[in-house]
């Protein structure tokens, strides 16, 4: 089905039900809109014993319950697992489609975007681990990958394996990712399945298997023979098939539990609660909200606190930043109390019922967080949880105020899942420390340290309560979990900072891009400076006055210190890890560089990240 179909579906229905034969209607989820006149046709028919009607769709939402309910329903699914995966694939080709053109290599490219294709599609599994959703992988992206293979195998030329990495990757597989850091897993795994070493391990060059399952491939274009490989193939899938940590599992139950627990919350509701005013119905559902707000209030002056709309006065974007999270926190907390308060007093019987107070109650009780609360701050899904939430960091916030206000700031350990919004924190951050230094904003580099403190920024905080999921971290380096590690651990306080990019501190030396140099010195090293200095080579308050010999020196002097360049690690020793507020990977709050000790591709498969923990 499809545009312009509908009349012609409509004759054959007639034709077909006096005739007595069989009809099939596919992809009715793609004319939802037309099922109201099926619905009609179908109940002004007479038709023959014979006659029979097949209807095929897709899970939508708006599909129509009658025709639902008048059917006889038949739910397909395809049985889990990569052997299974592979094998439908192997099924679904022909055997001249693999033995084509009688070419060896051409026949375990093809085994290999087989096990590719399902490792893509069966690490959908392990949401938001394996990936941070569900993305359409299909039986399209299958056809349009063996088109390119068996393009790429045309001819005696080399193989072009860039050539197959850009369309897999940009066009097919990764056009349905919008997540970088699930783009980076994809990534991993095309360098990882489409290289030379295919064609190296058949010439007995290269004796390392690109599979994470020890298996061999047959030396042959039958297609029999590479069934029988897949047949060998455990049952179970193994974590280490998608390269997914061992206790992937725990991380897996955790999260369906999750869902399900908020499900069953859901189911147990009354089904007419949110379409009409009932007091008792209204009493017992939403008293539990209304008493746990009364709690979390009790012994704090939150709902009475009156703080005066920030100002522009403060100068410091740190200080600025905080004041604002409070007057927004504060203002927050007593907007919520005074919607709660009218929905008390209409439970109560004392207020009539208004629009406002109907939407507010409609949704809690279809518990979900009302859109008026969301608007304001975008925080857990789970209205109890919000609530918990929002009084934790409106409290919180006091603390943030009062050590912002005596300059203890940079002293202590803080925690960043105590803020409202602390990725903007963090961009703070970054001003600040672009006034002090005297550059722009955009020639500065978030990094972090488990050394130690960072002696090439100016400013720094030393952040903690981060959690890691998909590996362990000492503090030197990243580990693999073990079956029975915890699916998420502590990671040790750390300082983060914004410093030049390499190359900003050339730009400094050579007073260019309108960098001004502190009349202390651009090092916070000062006696190697001083030594440059007695050397005969003196630099003034805003410029610089350097030989080139002496501008080198102090370069390689910058660079040996790691100072502007990577960081305190350098980019082969670490990798890049997103921090998100929740498990649930939805909002990055920043990118931080972990000392890894190579191997970088072992941590994006394993879907290695911190969160924030909740509050």
């Known amino acids: 089905?499809?545009?312009?179909?509908?009349?012609?579906?409509?004759?054959?229905?007639?034709?077909?039900?006096?005739?007595?034969?069989?009809?099939?209607?596919?992809?009715?989820?793609?004319?939802?809109?037309?099922?109201?006149?099926?619905?009609?046709?179908?109940?002004?028919?007479?038709?023959?014993?014979?006659?029979?009607?097949?209807?095929?769709?897709?899970?939508?939402?708006?599909?129509?319950?009658?025709?639902?309910?008048?059917?006889?329903?038949?739910?397909?699914?395809?049985?889990?697992?990569?052997?299974?995966?592979?094998?439908?694939?192997?099924?679904?080709?022909?055997?001249?489609?693999?033995?084509?053109?009688?070419?060896?290599?051409?026949?375990?490219?093809?085994?290999?975007?087989?096990?590719?294709?399902?490792?893509?599609?069966?690490?959908?599994?392990?949401?938001?681990?394996?990936?941070?959703?569900?993305?359409?992988?299909?039986?399209?992206?299958?056809?349009?990958?063996?088109?390119?293979?068996?393009?790429?195998?045309?001819?005696?030329?080399?193989?072009?394996?860039e050539f197959l990495h850009g369309l897999l990757e940009n066009a097919i597989y990764g056009g349905r990712i919008d997540n970088y850091f699930d783009l980076r897993v994809l990534q991993s795994y095309l360098k990882q399945f489409f290289n030379s070493s295919i064609i190296d391990v058949l010439n007995q060059r290269n004796k390392k298997s690109v599979f994470p399952y020890s298996i061999s491939l047959p030396k042959s274009c039958s297609i029999l023979d590479y069934r029988a490989v897949i047949e060998k193939l455990p049952e179970d899938d193994k974590p280490s098939f998608f390269g997914l940590p061992a206790n992937i599992a725990r991380s897996s139950q955790r999260m369906i539990s999750s869902?399900?627990?908020?499900?069953?919350?859901?189911?147990?509701?009354?089904?007419?609660?949110?379409?009409?005013?009932?007091?008792?119905?209204?009493?017992?559902?939403?008293?539990?909200?209304?008493?746990?707000?009364?709690?979390?209030?009790?012994?704090?002056?939150?709902?009475?606190?009156?703080?005066?709309?920030?100002?522009?006065?403060?100068?410091?974007?740190?200080?600025?930043?905080?004041?604002?999270?409070?007057?927004?926190?504060?203002?927050?907390?007593?907007?919520?109390?005074?919607?709660?308060?009218?929905?008390?007093?209409?439970?109560?019987?004392?207020?009539?019922?208004?629009?406002?107070?109907?939407k507010l109650a409609s949704a809690l009780l279809n518990q979900k967080c009302p859109l008026a609360w969301q608007s304001k701050w975008e925080g857990p899904e789970d209205p109890v949880q919000y609530l918990r939430g929002l009084v934790a960091r409106a409290l919180a916030i006091q603390?943030?105020?009062?050590?912002?206000?005596?300059?203890?700031?940079?002293?202590?350990?803080?925690?960043?899942?105590?803020?409202?919004?602390?990725?903007?924190?963090?961009?703070?951050?970054?001003?600040?420390?672009?006034?002090?230094?005297?550059?722009?904003?955009?020639?500065?580099?978030?990094?972090?340290?488990?050394?130690?403190?960072?002696?090439?920024?100016?400013?720094?905080?030393?952040?903690?309560?981060?959690?890691?999921?998909?590996?362990?971290?000492?503090?030197?380096?990243?580990?693999?979990?073990?079956?029975?590690?915890?699916?998420?651990?502590?990671v040790l306080p750390c300082c983060v900072g914004w410093i030049p990019q390499q190359g900003t501190w050339r730009s400094l030396l050579n007073g260019g891009g309108g960098w001004r140099v502190p009349a202390s010195g651009p090092c916070p090293h000062q006696p190697r400076c001083l030594e440059t200095q007695r050397k005969g080579r003196s630099f003034t308050k805003n410029s610089w006055n350097i030989k080139e010999t002496a501008l080198e020196e102090l370069l390689e002097h910058y660079q040996s210190e790691g100072l502007g360049a990577y960081g305190p690690y350098s980019p082969d020793e670490c990798i890049s890890l997103p921090v998100y507020t929740s498990a649930e990977r939805d909002r990055v709050v920043a990118n931080i560089d972990v000392p890894c000790g190579g191997n970088q591709d072992q941590w994006i498969q394993c879907g290695a990240a911190l969160f924030l923990k909740n509050q």
């Open 1 to 161: 089905m499809g545009q312009g179909q509908a009349d012609l579906a409509i004759q054959m229905l007639k034709e077909c039900s006096r005739n007595g034969d069989w009809l099939c209607l596919k992809n009715l989820h793609l004319v939802v809109s037309w099922l109201p006149v099926l619905e009609k046709e179908l109940n002004t028919l007479q038709p023959k014993d014979t006659f029979r009607l097949w209807l095929t769709a897709e899970v939508h939402p708006h599909f129509t319950p009658i025709l639902l309910q008048s059917s006889l329903k038949i739910t397909y699914e395809s049985p889990p697992g990569l052997k299974k995966n592979l094998m439908r694939t192997y099924e679904s080709w022909t055997p001249e489609q693999i033995s084509k053109k009688d070419n060896v290599h051409r026949a375990h490219a093809l085994f290999n975007f087989a096990w590719f294709h399902a490792a893509c599609q069966e690490r959908r599994n392990y949401i938001p681990q394996g990936w941070t959703k569900f993305y359409e992988f299909s039986l399209s992206d299958l056809r349009a990958g063996y088109s390119i293979i068996d393009r790429l195998f045309d001819g005696t030329k080399d193989v072009q394996w």
């Open 259 to 358: 869902q399900v627990i908020s499900q069953l919350r859901i189911l147990g509701r009354s089904a007419t609660a949110g379409c009409k005013f009932d007091r008792e119905i209204w009493s017992n559902e939403l008293s539990p909200v209304l008493n746990l707000w009364k709690k979390l209030n009790q012994n704090s002056n939150l709902i009475h606190q009156k703080v005066s709309p920030p100002n522009d006065r403060q100068g410091s974007p740190i200080l600025s930043f905080i004041i604002l999270e409070q007057f927004n926190a504060i203002r927050l907390v007593q907007s919520i109390h005074q919607s709660l308060a009218a929905l008390s007093k209409v439970i109560r019987g004392t207020t009539l019922l208004s629009s406002e107070v109907q």
């Open 399 to 490: 603390s943030w105020v009062e050590r912002a206000e005596k300059q203890a700031l940079f002293s202590d350990t803080l925690d960043l899942s105590e803020l409202f919004h602390p990725d903007t924190f963090l961009n703070a951050l970054r001003q600040e420390t672009a006034r002090v230094m005297g550059c722009s904003v955009d020639s500065l580099k978030f990094v972090a340290s488990w050394k130690g403190r960072l002696q090439e920024a100016k400013l720094q905080i030393k952040m903690g309560g981060l959690l890691l999921e998909g590996c362990s971290f000492d503090g030197s380096r990243l580990s693999e979990n073990h079956h029975d590690s915890p699916s998420v651990s502590p």
